[in-house]
């Protein structure tokens, strides 16, 4: 097929979402209930020829081409187009693949609604605005889009708007979104006053011979603070990825995402968007290349915001926010793999994390729509038997999350901690806190799989017979995402059936990436073995906490029960943000700024020449006093200060 | 013996005062009309003295138009002072003070 | 072009409110002809805007007719690239003013009617006036039907908001009115625009008059600390009143430095450029921290544009192609965003009488076409990307940083904080659970303010989407004053040579 | 000596047509029956543009009569327009008020009629004797006029303040009149002029006697410290009157001002212009703050004119020819626009009361819609809003004000003017904002000629611009030779 055609066919991924968004949102009214016929075909379609496109990446085919020209103003002259490689082809299929099944996911999870047709509008213009950030061939494009996925966030978040946690949960995601997009938007300047530029490759070439100059922060204050220029773009780039990939510590909007409907949390704030920071980073890694302490800085955040979430994951009683926080953790380990150099790992990791992660958001909604809301674990329990595929498919999910071999979450984990181990002392010590941070991860997936399905049930009785399993609609997506969420790691398996595929796959992209070389295979075999048992172990402590000992869980509470409450209320960063940064402003805006500077200052000045004229006219009106004698005087007295005025001769 | 000129305008300069003073201090409005003919009286005492010391008749032209100004002036002023005398009943300018501020 | 587009465009509003002034009062015609009036303005303007070369620099459309030669003023009408748009947003604006008081404004009707025209016809003529006396002229001709109009149309508080804004505004243009007769006896005995242009004035003057339209300029922008007429004269005008306010009048203010302070004041432009930045800044920070803590709505949006036009002269002192055109942008698109916001707070103040953000709450489910269009308007106006109020910004921006670092950085605090107070609002009106029963059988827009909503809707996705036609049309004349600037080498002022004695 | 020959007589023929008119309506008036009063009116109206129609005729004249006694050039012809505009103002305004009022004795119109002969006289004048009496020929007649209702105690007292001050004034003028003719042996101005320019008097004396002598005309100019009578005497005065008042002997009292120190003391310019600019912000301090605190809007008109002449006299300052020009063309808008301002009080004027206090224009845009924005476009045009007449002039007054290199004294009159819009808003807020009083004192008496001149005088308000160039070349062009 020619050019064009292509072309026109790799345009249609994002267009047939955009046109499904058209059609729900403008005849919304008629579609009701229709919706899904509209949107589901749409984002299939889309995922079918995302296939195509991985076809001709395969065969080594990239497509670079711009569509029209945005904005020309002087020397800055920005187009919209389109940018197709391996990375690009990678997650396309990741985010229709996903996207398609939680479509088909909600047509059974929200049906009944009454903003049926709005929310499947605003799934396909999130869709829309996935794939065109994917595609996007320079940084603005990707701003542009990255703050429209902010925006769909912002919608489905607040999609039950009248309840008030969610219409909180919405305005806080958007506005923590914008202060990332804050420093995003400033490494967007810097790179266009710099380099002159905002396209990728130019950038690309335009960092490397730029990596000496560097820039003064504290010139305007007298100060000296040098930076290197790459390292404060590099640097001002990750801080718009943390904001958006809900890293510490702008992670704290993401737990309270989940007041969204279910479906949206797996989407959005599991598979696609919140990896949108992984990608941008993966995507500008020649510029992070360039600056080593970038590099590191994006390690060690990774590494501790995945122990930091682990450990909140540890305690949390709502079944979506245990999920949500091993998001962030599992999105710590994607950007520490980042931050060492293994790109293409953690892209690897963000695929397999999309599908087991996803599984598990759809498994958690299967398991609230079959006791019809109920949210807290601890009032579930014992629900193996009731409903037994999202059991079944919610354990798989559980199994590769915690690492156990043979499922897609142990092989991209694990070549994380492996390559973390090869990179150098840093690297070591984020071998060591990942690999708690697994045993973790191990111990909270499995509190879960056992408080909810195993034990007898804590339901209230007549909530109890009411379970009943999801409809095939729901439950046939997982079993997809379930089969998903183990051979989607055999892509990458190292050793057997020449070497990892998916490494090779995305080679082309990462050629510039200083390759680590691999010691021996016997370390490297130790290795595995340690986080396999890690694994294990964790899982084993959960089932003694949860299946043998129940009363084990409130004894170690009480014994550190200061760290407990820690740990219980996210280690205060809510409180902490809103009584330092919140409050503050609201107090000085309305007391200060407003009451007294406008008002009291400023307003009173201008009522004050008003009143201070009247005030003047009041007084010199009683010269007027009505008696002609004194106007005589007057005259008389006028006219000698006349004389003796002009006789001073001026 | 001539008077001097000097000793004439300082005979004009005393009765213009005196017809200043006395329209600033008298309260009786007829005292006022007087004090008024009193100023123009002394401006003419001083174009006649003027004029004859600079020997022209122009002077004394100006005196008699002044002449016939003020007598207009002094009917007027009567006229007027007999509308309010005939309303107010008092001739005292301390009490025309209606409008004021 | 043939006949005089701009005078004809300028005076058809007059001529029918002069005609509207001796009919028989008759309210259905008053409006159908108002309506009508407006909208033949509007397709002249859009005639003028078709036929407008976007390639040449200089002024087109030009009239030049003597009007009082022994004193050198000459009655001189054009328009170049930077006010063309200006024009075709004021006509715009005006036929959605007449369409929104169709059933809001139910005494005086015909005064009413009166007062918009001929403040439409002010304002096209500032727009297009390239004759200082001229300009000077419509500048305070819209100071009476808009005093008039705040006063007698407005909300409770409205004499005190009128009055306020009367004397404001007139104390800062009289200043203007002797700076404009400094540049007549030191330009060569002309007010003409064009001939002013190319005369190269001594430091004082561009000094002091520079000052002097500055004081005019910045209480009409409004700049930070001369702004507390705005949120008075907001809130109590009508919503058309609200509209011209913020749509158009207070970019007149921008429009000045852009047509005057700029090309005529080079040095003292240069000079002034660093203050004039830092009280920008403080209009974008402050009027956003402000506006957070409103709880009236209209006031709320009032301060909003405050801290909107802190980006406008923001971006015009960064003093390059950017910075310039990103003002310009800007203040077009805040022009279609916060109208298209006063009119819907209009819409909903119709129904409900109240302008407290706590009246309101979840009305998002009995009011849904409503809700699409104020969520729409709030995006583009916190500047979300894809929608006009981004490309304005982000210009600015970018101009701002190229010219000073620090003044970039401060500045992009205003889209997070323009992001708080628009959403959080929303979110008070729209979403939350329905506080007030009563709201619940609020009325949905109907097809006539639907019809007043959607231009502005399209406009705001459109200008969004695929800018450039509207940024090509301003190329030539913004590189033009460019080139100028440059080729002046521009220096600054220092005090001794503004103070020679 | 003072040479005359009868065919010069022919230059004052609009003097001559006025004296007769006056006369006749004076002596018809003891005639004929008080119904058909009113029809004097008309016959003065006749007078009057009769007067106007040899002026215009005599307009191309410039020529010095009885040995520079009267001077007839186009400074003169310009006031001769101004004064006749004046007079008929001021006697349309009065047709029916006079008739409810004060008894309808039809020497009013007479009075208006030598007063305006008195003001020519003025303008013409080329010598200070000819200046007395045209001085004293007006104020004379103003000061019956201001007591005419004779009934009322505020219009007597008016008469009496205003006499008594006034003949002071023109007492002093005298006087000082007197010294110069002493001091110069002359009473002709352009000879006064060139003997004090000649140097050599001693200055005390001279300062004293163009003291003394400038007195008078600062004094009916109500410039400060002489103004102290105006608010007063405007409030007491019958409307018309006031009106008539307001513009003519203003216009008046700045013609000898112009002539007597712009055409006869070029080269005293520095020494009195110190003195006028005093003179000057004093004015406009004094008229535009005090009228803040009016409630009555006939009385804040008083002082609104008195702030006017503090405008005027900024064209003064420099004594330079577009000063002059500046002044003249001011002084034609300024009285359109006056005359119209109290035009609306007399066209307001009912059976009972009177139309002055601020709460009497309460809501008179809804009950008067047609009389409320004729009072709105003549204060906004007082203001200096554009696109009014008093906007044109006063630009033109700060243009030469800037030209003559005081841009800080206009900087000072902008200012003012700002400041003046304050209480002419107020006047505005009152008809347009606020209800409208309980008590509707019934309907304003019907009055077709009042109506119709504040009719013509609202169209030139707001028309000025059209026939601006017109106008402004005639100001020009008939400034007293320099």
Not at chain 1, 41 to 57: E, G, Q, R
Not at chain 3, 82 to 98: A, D, P, Q, R
Not at chain 4, 122 to 131: F, S
Not at chain 4, 139 to 160: K, M
């Amino acid at each position: 097929m020619t050019r064009s055609v292509v072309l026109f066919r790799d345009l249609l991924i994002p267009i047939l979402p955009l046109a499904a968004f058209l059609v729900n949102g403008l005849f919304g009214r008629w579609t009701r209930e229709k919706a899904h016929w509209v949107s589901v075909p749409a984002v299939v379609l889309s995922f079918l020829l995302s296939l195509f496109v991985l076809k001709d990446v395969l065969s080594g085919v990239n497509t670079y081409a711009s569509l029209y020209r945005w904005i020309t103003v002087g020397a800055f002259d920005v187009s919209v187009g389109v940018m197709i490689d391996p990375l690009t082809a990678v997650m396309l299929i990741v985010v229709t693949s996903v996207s398609s099944l939680v479509h088909i996911y909600s047509i059974g999870y929200m049906h009944g609604d009454k903003g049926y047709a709005r929310f499947f509008a605003y799934l396909s213009l999130f869709t829309f605005s996935m794939l065109m950030l994917v595609l996007s061939n320079n940084l603005l494009e990707l701003f542009v889009f990255w703050e429209a996925v902010g925006l769909c966030s912002y919608l489905l978040i607040g999609h039950w708007y009248d309840r008030r946690s969610a219409a909180d949960a919405a305005t806080k995601a958007f506005v923590v979104n914008r202060v990332g997009d804050f420093g995003f938007g400033l490494g967007l300047l810097l790179i266009f006053v710099t380099l002159g530029t905002l396209d990728y490759q130019a950038v690309f070439l335009g960092a490397k011979a730029a990596t000496n100059q560097t820039v003064d922060l504290l010139a305007p204050f007298g100060g000296k603070l040098d930076v290197g220029l790459v390292t404060l773009i590099a640097l001002l780039l990750f801080a718009g990825a943390m904001g958006k990939s809900a890293q510490l510590p702008l992670h704290v909007w993401l737990p309270d995402a989940m007041e969204g409907p279910t479906p949206v949390s797996a989407l959005i704030h599991a598979a696609t968007m919140v990896t949108a920071g992984v990608y941008m980073v993966a995507r500008m890694h020649p510029v992070f290349e360039l600056s080593p302490s970038a590099m590191a800085t994006v390690a060690v955040v990774g590494g501790g915001t995945a122990i930091f979430a682990a450990t909140i994951g540890l305690v949390q009683n709502d079944i979506k926010r245990v999920v949500a926080y091993s998001t962030v953790s599992q999105l710590g380990y994607m950007f520490l793999a980042c931050g060492i150099g293994a790109y293409g790992i953690a892209i690897f990791h963000l695929m397999t994390h999309a599908f087991f992660k996803g599984l598990l958001f759809l498994g958690a909604g299967s398991v609230i729509h079959a006791l019809s809301g109920e949210q807290d674990i601890r009032k579930m329990g014992g629900l193996r038997n009731k409903i037994p595929a999202t059991y079944l498919t919610f354990l798989i999910g559980s199994l590769s999350l915690a690492g156990v071999p043979l499922f897609a979450g142990f092989f991209s984990k694990d070549e994380i901690l492996t390559r973390a181990f090869f990179a150098g002392d840093l690297g070591r010590v984020l071998w060591g806190v990942a690999l708690l941070g697994a045993l973790l991860t191990a111990f909270y997936a499995f509190r879960l799989v056992y408080l909810v399905f195993h034990g007898e049930t804590r339901l209230l009785p007549d909530a109890a017979h009411h379970v009943h399993e999801s409809p095939p609609v729901m439950t046939v997506p997982l079993w997809i995402l379930a089969v998903l969420a183990v051979f989607s790691g055999w892509v990458g398996i190292p050793l057997i059936a020449g070497g990892d595929k998916i490494g090779h796959f995305l080679e082309p992209v990462f050629k510039g990436v200083a390759h680590v070389a691999h010691a021996d295979i016997r370390l490297e075999f130790w290795l595995i073995a340690v986080s396999v048992i890690v694994a294990l172990l964790g899982i084993a402590v959960a089932d003694m906490f949860y299946r043998t000992r129940p009363a084990m869980p409130d004894k170690v509470a009480s014994a550190w029960p200061r760290f407990y409450s820690l740990l219980l209320n996210k280690w205060w960063f809510d409180e902490i943000f809103d009584w330092a940064i919140v409050r503050p402003t609201r107090r000085i805006s309305e007391a200060f700024l407003w009451k007294v500077a406008d008002v009291r200052i400023i307003d009173a000045f201008v009522n004050g020449v008003g009143s201070v004229t009247q005030q003047a006219a009041a007084s010199w009106r009683r010269i007027q006093t009505g008696l002609t004698q004194d106007y005589a005087m007057t005259v008389v007295l006028g006219l000698l200060a006349i004389v003796a005025v002009w006789l001073a001769a001026w | 013996m001539t008077i001097p000129l000097s000793w004439v305008l300082a005979l004009s300069a005393v009765v213009f005062g005196i017809g200043v003073i006395g329209l600033l201090t008298r309260r009786n409005i007829l005292i006022l009309l007087m004090s008024l003919e009193l100023i123009l009286n002394a401006a003419n005492i001083n174009l006649v003295a003027f004029s004859n010391h600079l020997h022209s008749m122009r002077g004394n032209v100006i005196v008699v138009f002044t002449i016939a100004v003020a007598a207009a002036e002094a009917a007027v002023g009567l006229a007027i002072l007999l509308a309010l005398f005939r309303n107010r009943r008092t001739v005292n300018l301390d009490e025309v003070r209606e409008m004021k501020g | 072009m043939k006949f005089p587009i701009l005078s004809l465009t300028t005076y058809i509003p007059l001529i029918g409110a002069l005609y509207l002034l001796f009919m028989k009062e008759h309210e259905g015609m008053v409006r159908r002809l108002s309506l009508a009036v407006s909208l033949a303005a509007l397709a002249l303007s859009v005639l003028m805007l078709g036929h407008f070369d976007p390639k040449s620099a200089g002024f087109q459309f030009v009239e030049n007719l003597e009007w009082a030669p022994s004193l050198g003023i000459s009655y001189k009408m054009g328009v170049d690239g930077i006010s063309v748009l200006f024009i075709v947003l004021t006509t715009v604006l005006t036929v959605l003013c007449v369409l929104v008081s169709w059933t809001q404004v139910k005494k005086y009707v015909r005064e009413f009617h009166v007062a918009l025209l001929v403040i439409e016809s002010a304002m096209l003529g500032v727009f297009s006036a390239l004759d200082l006396v001229l300009f000077y002229v419509f500048w305070e001709v819209m100071l009476i039907p808009m005093f008039l109009m705040i006063g007698i149309w407005g909300g409770p508080n409205r004499v005190y908001a009128a009055v306020k804004f009367f004397l404001y505004t007139l104390a800062g243009s009289v200043l203007m009115l002797i700076g404009i007769i400094v540049l007549y006896v030191h330009g060569g005995k002309t007010f003409d625009v064009a001939a002013l242009l190319q005369v190269k004035f001594a430091a004082p003057v561009q000094f002091w008059v520079f000052l002097a339209f500055f004081v005019a300029f910045a209480v009409k922008v409004p700049m930070w600390p001369v702004h507390t007429w705005l949120p008075d004269a907001h809130t109590e005008a009508p919503t058309a009143g609200s509209v011209i306010l913020a749509g158009i009048l207070i970019k007149m203010g921008a429009y000045g430095f852009l047509r005057f302070s700029l090309p005529m004041f080079p040095d003292a432009t240069v000079t002034f450029a660093p203050y004039i930045l830092a009280l920008s800044l403080v209009a974008i920070i402050y009027g956003a921290l402000v506006t957070l803590v409103q709880t009236d709505l209209k006031k709320l949006i009032a301060y909003s544009s405050v801290s909107h036009m802190g980006f406008v002269t923001l971006g015009i002192f960064a003093l390059n192609r950017q910075g310039i055109e990103g003002g310009i942008m800007q203040m077009v698109n805040h022009g279609i965003i916060t109208g298209a916001l006063f009119l819907l707070i209009g819409i909903i103040y119709e129904r409900t009488h109240s302008r407290e953000i706590s009246a309101y709450g979840g009305i998002a489910r009995s009011v849904p076409r409503y809700a699409s269009f104020f969520v729409l308007f709030v995006l583009a106006s916190l500047g979300l990307p894809g929608l006009n109020g981004f490309v304005g910004e982000f210009l600015v921006l970018l101009g701002a940083f190229q010219r000073d670092r620090i003044v970039g950085v401060l500045a992009m605090t205003g889209i997070i904080l323009a992001a708080v107070y628009l959403l959080w609002m929303t979110q008070r009106v729209l979403f939350q659970e329905m506080t007030h029963p009563e709201n619940e059988k609020l009325a949905d827009i109907d097809t006539r303010e639907f019809i007043t909503l959607l231009p502005l809707a399209v406009l705001v996705v459109f200008l969004g989407v695929y800018p450039n036609p509207a940024l090509s049309v301003m190329h030539a004349s913004v590189d033009q004053m460019m080139a100028k600037m440059e080729a002046h080498k521009a220096a600054a002022i220092t005090w001794a040579q503004a103070w020679p004695f | 000596m003072i040479q005359f020959n009868a065919a010069d007589l022919v230059w004052l023929l609009p003097e001559i047509i006025l004296f007769v008119t006056a006369s006749a309506v004076v002596l018809l008036s003891v005639i004929v029956r008080p119904e058909a009063r009113s029809g004097l009116a008309a016959l003065a109206v006749i007078g009057a543009l009769a007067a106007g129609w040899a002026a215009y005729g005599l307009s191309d004249g410039n020529v010095e009569l009885f040995s520079r006694m009267v001077i007839v050039d186009p400074f003169a012809t310009y006031f001769r327009y101004l004064f006749v505009l004046a007079v008929l103002g001021g006697v349309l305004l009065s047709v029916r008020t006079l008739q409810t009022e004060g008894g309808n004795r039809s020497e009013y119109y007479g009075l208006m009629l030598f007063a305006a002969i008195g003001m020519m006289v003025m303008a013409e004048a080329g010598d200070l004797l000819m200046v007395y009496i045209g001085l004293e020929l007006m104020s004379l007649s103003l000061y019956i006029l201001a007591g005419f209702y004779r009934r009322e105690t505020r219009s007597n007292e008016a008469a009496i303040k205003y006499f008594i001050l006034g003949t002071l004034a023109s007492g002093i003028f005298v006087y000082g009149l007197s010294l110069l003719y002493g001091l110069t042996g002359t009473t002709s101005i352009r000879a006064i002029g060139e003997i004090v320019s000649a140097g050599g008097l001693s200055r005390p004396a001279l300062v004293l006697a163009l003291a003394m002598v400038g007195t008078a005309f600062a004094f009916k100019v109500a410039a400060v410290p002489f103004h102290m009578w105006t608010p007063d005497v405007y409030e007491g005065a019958p409307t018309p009157v006031t009106a008539f008042m307001s513009v003519g002997p203003k216009a008046a009292g700045f013609a000898v001002f112009l002539r007597v120190f712009l055409e006869a003391f070029p080269a005293a310019q520095p020494d009195w212009n110190n003195l006028v600019i005093v003179l000057s912000i004093l004015t406009m301090a004094v008229g535009n703050i005090i009228a803040i605190a009016q409630t009555s809007v006939k009385r804040m008109l008083a002082y609104s004119s008195i702030g006017h002449a503090g405008y005027i006299l900024i064209g003064l300052v420099g004594g330079t020819a577009v000063g002059a020009g500046a002044v003249l063309f001011y002084l034609l808008m300024y009285t359109i626009t006056n005359l119209g301002a109290f035009g609306i009080l007399v066209v307001l004027q009912r059976e009972k009361g009177r139309v002055e206090t601020l709460d009497d224009f309460a809501g008179l845009g809804k009950t008067h819609p047609a009389a409320a924005l004729g009072m709105l476009i003549f204060l906004f045009s007082l203001t200096g809003i554009p696109p009014m007449a008093g906007f044109f002039g006063k630009f033109y007054l700060f243009t030469a004000a800037v030209k003559a290199g005081y841009v800080w004294l206009a900087v000072l009159g902008v200012l003012m003017s700002a400041v003046s819009a304050f209480y002419y808003l107020r006047v505005v807020l009152a008809m347009y904002m606020q209800e409208p009083a309980a008590a509707g004192a019934g309907e304003p008496m019907s009055q077709p000629s009042a109506v119709l001149a504040v009719t013509i005088a609202a169209f030139l308000t707001v028309g000025i611009g059209i026939l601006l160039n017109p106008l402004l070349s005639l100001a020009a062009a008939s400034l007293p030779k320099m």
